[in-house]
């Protein structure tokens, strides 16, 4: 069984419904297309598989990946043609999803239609006749919900009728054909669809009995297009709100404040939470050194395994609020309104209004970001897209956001930090934009094509966001992030803490009026100097001069190429920080603070080189995996090696004019 629909009429909600979210996501064979495989839940009682397909809006497939997701659906690699199709249909926009309905049918496929968004059709004050559209479609009609699961159980009695009577009937294949669309016969399917509807919409009076449109249509004055039909009618407050939210000059500008707000409260919202992370992992840092010993094991587990994951899991809650900032403004139907908005001011730079949800995906992760732009038809504004999403400040820069934010702000500011980050979202937003009208100039040595493509885009109604749809969603995006993230910074932090322990040489140093504290530090100073890391680090230190940093630094920002996030943990094993006395943070900070230059008092971490690597990690293309999906995407090696080559050469050549343009003004 596969459950099919455009996009956002509630397709994925009712999949999750169905499977109770435990499923598996696999990719067409020889394509980059995913789509989700599960059991029904046993609980329901009906022994099927059921698919969820991606989103589309008909047949016409305007992209390779659309193409490849309609004809899975008439022969699917694995399991073949589907016995029968679940399709969601948002019945407040009845006219427009009722064409893929009809295509559907009209290629042979049994189905059953589960009208989805009925809340928002009531809003409207309109309501529809399930008989008369059963009958005009003759097929199954279900009122469902997908977030409660009302109407379900009448769903999932039709479903078990429906096998019931194929197996019955048997499994034929013979007359399901993909059906040839033309104009003349999408406007016969409009006409069709325009009919059906005048016929089973009606509008809800205030005493509360219906009337059939068709014979008050005057009075109601409403007017059906070819593109959209009664359904779409636009209740009175989303009318108003979009007055405001979409108003040329207010517009972007509740825009811009909406989503700095968004990128400043990541900030201070999860500092408790990180707070109570960073106090556990220092209660456990100091009781296994105390519990062990001092010997090499007790190294390895204090400073190589606890320190080194700590050190990422202290900003798990920035990652997580992040992803629910973002479901909250998606779930309320704003993010599509920021399509919208964009879409003018990308469109100039050679991208359009549905670039904007790869870019913004790009703040959780650049990879699934890249995968997203499969839905942009165009291909050079396809590639133009990859181009720039790795200059979307993703969720791995977090952690390294927040520790060089905390070095430049005293204690007594630290509220500052959300400003901060906003500040540095804005300006990676800036960058990418530069950079791609830069690239847009030489959009015919990208790719040869033709022009910008147009950006349709459907605005839902405003709604009232479902908080545990939204909860759980990002808890799978954090589930995730930690997935990918975990096993890399683990193995990281094993082979960093193997080349800073190791020879292990006895250093002998001047104990002469020194304090015990003051004596195992230096032997710690000593120790990692003559480390395998610090030759390592020393081969590159040539490179790293010019930027006022040293090996140590060198070596943190090589680990981070693997994963951005494990240059906090590198500097955390190359400065020994156990949290045996303070938190994680503080404790990190206080090193950085105290660090110097080789045998000089001069500091290594100040205003300037600590700016300086903020604008290294905003512009860097650290991330192997992105590499290797943008290659996958392109079906190439020549726009990832650029995006190789220009970011880290753009990244150093910034670094190194903000770090000495910094202490030429006197901020050093």
């Known amino acids: 069984m596969t459950v099919v629909g455009p996009p956002n009429s509630g397709k994925t909600t009712l999949f999750n419904y169905l499977s109770g979210k435990n499923y598996k996501t696999v990719n067409y064979p020889g394509a980059t297309v995913e789509y989700s495989v599960a059991h029904l839940q046993k609980k329901f009682n009906v022994k099927a598989n059921v698919i969820d397909s ?39 926009q009845l006219s427009r999803h009722l064409l ?16 989805t968004m009925n809340d928002l059709l009531k809003k409207k004050k309109l309501g529809l006749s399930l008989v008369k559209l059963k009958m005009a479609l003759n097929c199954e009609i ?16 039709v479903i078990e009728e429906e096998l019931e009577q194929i197996k019955i009937s048997g499994k034929d294949p013979g007359n399901i054909s993909i059906t040839k669309i033309d104009r003349d016969s999408l406007l016969s399917l409009y006409k069709e669809i325009e009919e059906i509807e005048r016929d089973v919409v009606y509008e809800i009076p205030s005493n509360g009995n219906g009337f059939n449109l068709e014979a008050a249509n005057s009075q109601l004055k409403l007017v059906v297009e070819t593109s959209g039909g009664i359904t779409n009618k636009v209740d009175s407050a989303t009318l108003k709100i979009d007055k405001l939210l979409l108003h040329k000059i207010w517009g972007p500008v509740l825009f811009l404040i909406i989503m700095s707000a968004t990128f400043t409260s990541i900030f201070w919202l999860a500092q408790p939470i990180m707070n109570l992370i960073d106090d556990f992992f220092g209660f456990l840092s100091s009781e296994s050194a105390a519990l062990l010993g001092n010997n090499l094991f007790s190294d390895f587990i204090s400073t190589g395994i606890i320190s080194g994951t700590g050190s990422v899991l202290i900003f798990l809650p920035q990652i997580l609020i992040l992803f629910l900032l973002l479901g909250f403004l998606e779930d309320t139907g704003y993010l599509a309104r920021g399509a919208m908005l964009v879409d003018k001011p990308l469109s100039k730079i050679g991208l359009n209004g549905k670039s904007f949800v790869p870019m913004l995906s790009g703040f959780a992760c650049a990879i699934p970001a890249m995968m997203a732009t499969r839905t942009i038809p165009n291909k050079r504004e396809r590639f133009l897209t990859i181009f720039i999403l790795p ?39 800036t960058s990418s934009i530069i950079v791609a009208s830069i690239i847009n100039k030489f959009k015919h ?11 349709i885009l459907e605005l839902p109604a405003y709604r009232r966001p479902k908080l545990s749809f939204i909860f759980v969603n990002s808890y799978m995006n954090a589930k995730i992030y930690l997935k990918k993230a975990g096993p890399i910074i683990l193995a990281f932090s094993i082979i960093l803490w193997f080349l800073t322990y190791f020879p292990n040489t006895n250093p002998t140093v001047e104990t002469n009026n020194l304090s015990s504290e003051e004596i195992t530090q230096a032997k710690e100073i000593e120790r990692l100097s003559t480390s395998y890391a610090s030759d390592l680090g020393k081969l590159i230190q040539p490179v790293m001069t010019p930027l006022g940093m040293d090996w140590r630094v060198g070596v943190s920002l090589i680990s981070a190429f693997a994963a951005r996030e494990v240059f906090v943990s590198s500097l955390a094993l190359i400065f020994k920080v156990t949290d045996e006395n303070d938190t994680f943070q503080q404790s990190m900070i206080q090193s950085m603070r105290e660090a110097t230059i080789g045998e000089t008092n001069q500091k290594l971490f100040t205003a300037a080189t600590i700016t300086g690597l903020i604008v290294f990690f905003v512009f860097a293309m650290q991330c192997l995996s992105t590499v290797a999906v943008s290659k996958k995407e392109t079906g190439g090696w020549r ?9 880290t050469s753009l990244a150093y050549l910034l670094t190194f004019i903000t770090v000495n343009g910094l202490r030429i003004i006197g901020i050093s």
Request: proline share 5%.
């Open 100 to 115: 893929l309905v009809k295509q559907l049918l009209n290629s042979g496929f049994r189905l059953i239609v589960a009208l």
């Open 54 to 92: 991606p989103g589309i809006i008909s047949l016409s497939a305007s992209s390779p990946d659309e193409k490849v997701s309609v004809d899975a659906l008439f022969d699917h690699p694995v399991f073949g043609f589907p016995d029968l199709m679940v399709v969601t249909v948002d019945s407040s």
């Open 639 to 647: 726009i990832p090696l650029l995006q190789i080559i220009i970011f």
């Open 445 to 455: 040595k990208i790719v040869k094509e033709e022009d910008n493509s147009s950006f």
């Open 142 to 157: 279900i009122q469902i919900d997908g977030r409660t699961g009302e109407g379900i159980n009448n769903l999932l009695r």
């Open 391 to 429: 200059l979307m400040s993703c969720s791995a820069r977090l952690p390294v956001y927040a520790l060089l934010i905390a070095f430049l702000l005293p204690a007594e500011k630290s509220w500052l930090g959300g400003i901060f980050l906003a500040v540095i979202y804005i300006f990676s937003i």
